[in-house]
C-alpha cells in the first residue's frame, strides 16, 4: 500500500518561502510520476507541478518561474520549493502520484493522495 506524508506547510508574509516535502512509502518498484496538486478555500482541486522518473516537469502558469518541483529518489521524497509567495498561494497543498502514462495534471490520473499540508501567505 503506497502512502505519502506531506510536511513544511506554515503561514508566511507575501514574498517569503516555503518548502513543501512528500515522503513516499510501499511502493511496489512501478514507474510512477508525481505531482503537487492544491486547494483553496472555496475552489476546486488544482494541478501545482508535476516531475516525471526522468525529470521532466510541468508547471502551473501561476507558479512558473516560482515554484520548483524535484525529487530525491534515494530517500523517495518529492519537494516543492516555493518562492516569492502570494497570498493567493493560500491553500491546502497535497501530493499526489500515478501510474498512468503520459503524466497529466488531472486528478483523475492519480492512485494515491497525501492528506494535506496547510500553506497561507499573508498580505
Known amino acids: 500500500q503506497v502512502q505519502l506524508v506531506e510536511s513544511g506547510g506554515g503561514s508566511v508574509q507575501a514574498g517569503g518561502s516555503l518548502r513543501l516535502s512528500c515522503v513516499a512509502s510501499?511502493?511496489?518498484?512501478?514507474?510512477?510520476?508525481m505531482a503537487w496538486f492544491r486547494q483553496a478555500p472555496g475552489k476546486e482541486r488544482e494541478g501545482v507541478a508535476l516531475?516525471?522518473?526522468?525529470?521532466?516537469?510541468w508547471y502551473a502558469d501561476s507558479v512558473q518561474g516560482r515554484f520548483t518541483i524535484s525529487q530525491d529518489s534515494g530517500k523517495n521524497t518529492m519537494y516543492l520549493q516555493m518562492n516569492s509567495l502570494k497570498p493567493e498561494d493560500t491553500a491546502m497543498y497535497y501530493c499526489?502520484?500515478?501510474?498512468?502514462?503520459?503524466?497529466?495534471?488531472?486528478?483523475?490520473?492519480?492512485?494515491?493522495w497525501g492528506q494535506g499540508t496547510r500553506v497561507t501567505v499573508s498580505s
Open positions: 510501499g511502493y511496489s518498484g512501478r514507474r510512477t510520476f
Open positions: 499526489a502520484a500515478g501510474f498512468t502514462f503520459p503524466p497529466r495534471p488531472v486528478i483523475a490520473d492519480y492512485n494515491y
Open positions: 516531475i516525471e522518473p526522468n525529470g521532466s516537469t
